[in-house]
T-cell receptor
Framework: TQLLEQSPQFLSIQEGENLTVYCNSS?????LQWYRQEPGEGPVLLVT?????EVKKLKRLTFQFGDARKDSSLHITAAQPGDTGLYLC??????????????FGKGTHLIIQP | SAVISQKPSRDICQRGTSLTIQCQVD?????MFWYRQQPGQSLTLIAT?????????ESGFVIDKFPISRPNLTFSTLTVSNMSPEDSSIYLC????????????FGSGTQLSVL
């Protein structure tokens, strides 16, 4: 069974601060995705990282895939109240082919206070 | 990406009754999935809805409790049968896209409360 451990599970910070969310596993993933979910909505895909060591930026969000493709991080610079939400990482494996090999972390609840 | 319409968005049901959730996609997709998200928790895959064959259920989920239909490539339903308060949860349908189907797009979910 593949597990994705996310930390912290909960984070409440002030607007303008920086933060990092971690997603760790002992398993190797073919790719890793980050999703954000707001209350009353389904998760929305933010980014997919595929190559070990890959770094992707989405405005103030920086995503990194570990060299060994076992872990990932999400760094938010100058957090804003609109960043509030549940952040989920999900690792994909293709032993069977397709998204049935997608494993979700437990999520990080992020609250940005104005 | 795909646009996914899920309904109802929320419902309050009595113990012992059943609720059918519908999921409509704006394009034909091969793989559709049903997830459960319990309050404050992450997503747990219930089953993969296969067009033209029976759904594939994950460990801990059975067809008698969560029957699924997939009559065509754009539509699926999930029924939560003989409900109990423990079934109170958000139920999400999703479709796979991207290379080898690794990206998921989700409906807005159905918030189910069982009294």
């Amino acid at each position: 069974t593949q597990l994705l451990e996310q930390s912290p599970q909960f984070l409440s910070i002030q607007e303008g601060e920086n933060l990092t969310v971690y997603c760790n596993s002992s398993s190797v993933f073919s790719s890793l995705q980050w999703y954000r979910q707001e209350p009353g909505e389904g998760p929305v895909l933010l980014v997919t990282v595929v190559t070990g060591g890959e770094v992707k930026k989405l405005k103030r969000l920086t995503f990194q895939f570990g060299d060994a493709r076992k872990d990932s991080s999400l760094h938010i610079t100058a957090a804003q109240p609109g960043d509030t939400g549940l952040y989920l990482c999900a690792g994909a494996t293709f032993s069977g082919g397709g998204a049935d090999g997608l494993t979700f972390g437990k999520g990080t609840h992020l609250i940005i206070q104005p | 990406s795909a646009v996914i319409s899920q309904k109802p968005s929320r419902d309050i049901c009595q113990r012992g009754t059943s609720l059918t959730i519908q999921c409509q996609v704006d394009s034909q997709v091969t793989m559709m999935f049903w997830y459960r998200q319990q309050p404050g928790q992450s997503l747990t895959l219930i089953a993969t809805a296969n067009q033209g064959s029976e759904a594939t259920y994950e460990s801990g989920f059975v067809i008698d409790k969560f029957p699924i239909s997939r009559p065509n490539l754009t539509f699926s339903t999930l029924t939560v049968s003989n409900m109990s308060p423990e079934d109170s949860s958000i139920y999400l349908c999703s479709v796979a896209s991207g290379a080898r189907g690794a990206k998921l797009f989700f409906g807005s979910g159905t918030q189910l409360s069982v009294l």
